[in-house]
């Protein structure tokens, strides 16, 4: 299997250097760029797997640059940030982030997450193949397509994986907590908010009034659950 494909954009060169040298370390191909431009430029002619974007550049602004590269491709984005304030990380996994590193980090930290991100390339068993179908949604894991009436729904890779997650198992309620170990894939220390502001990116997306969600549901005072769909007569879920 080829190595992963990572961009660093830092407009640090201690910390591009830094990262550069430890992830080519552990097999990754890397790339990186210290502003805005120069990374949108180096982002069309590498095709990265993953970005690891600082907020604050130059020339950018961290979260909208995350929004522009997922638009194209639906990259795996590592928000890097001297900001601690978790509005901030909020804001960054409203925008699309699949996680959050705050500076100063370990490098066996950022090696943790980068993989945990990674891994949500690997090929789908046979057992995730099949497709989820309720009603007029449908989740298609082989090609992890979401659609709604037959209309194509815009997810994330996070996204994907959580509401993918959660429809495979409906009615279960799941605690904020097992929710980030099964979709995160590691034990996430921080704010559990995180996972309301992806559940809340979803429903936007799934829902047809967000003040009274139908399909993920909220359980108060432990978690979700994702609710599969009354049928109407000659319905069937597949």
Excluded at 4 to 23: E, S
Aim: with cysteine; hydrophobic share 40%.
């Amino acid at each position: 299997m080829a190595p992963a494909k990572i961009l660093v954009v830092d407009d640090d060169p201690a910390i591009r250097t830094l990262i550069h040298r430890f992830l080519s370390k552990q097999n990754y191909q890397l790339e990186s760029a210290e502003d805005g431009k120069t990374a949108l430029a180096v982002f069309e002619q590498f095709n990265p797997d993953l970005v690891i974007l600082d907020v604050n550049l130059p020339d950018a602004i961290g979260y909208n640059l995350c929004q522009e590269m997922q638009s194209r491709t639906g990259v795996f984005v590592l928000m890097l940030t001297s900001r601690s304030d978790e509005a901030d990380k909020i804001r960054g996994f409203s925008q699309g982030a699949d996680d959050y590193l705050t500076k100063p980090f370990s490098l066996g930290e950022l090696e943790v997450r980068v993989g945990a991100i990674l891994k949500r390339q690997r090929p789908v068993t046979a057992a995730e193949q099949q497709c989820l179908t309720f009603s007029s949604l449908a989740i298609d894991p082989v090609r992890r397509e979401v659609t709604l009436n037959g209309d194509m729904v815009p997810l994330t890779a996070l996204e994907f994986d959580l509401l993918h997650f959660l429809a495979s198992h409906p009615g279960r309620v799941w605690r904020r907590a097992e929710l980030i170990q099964k979709v995160w894939d590691y034990e996430y220390v921080g704010d559990q908010r995180v996972v309301d502001v992806h559940i809340g990116q979803i429903r936007k997306k799934i829902e047809i009034d967000t003040s009274q969600p139908a399909l993920i549901q909220t359980v108060r005072g432990v978690g979700y659950k994702f609710e599969a769909p009354q049928f109407e007569k000659g319905e069937s879920a597949t």
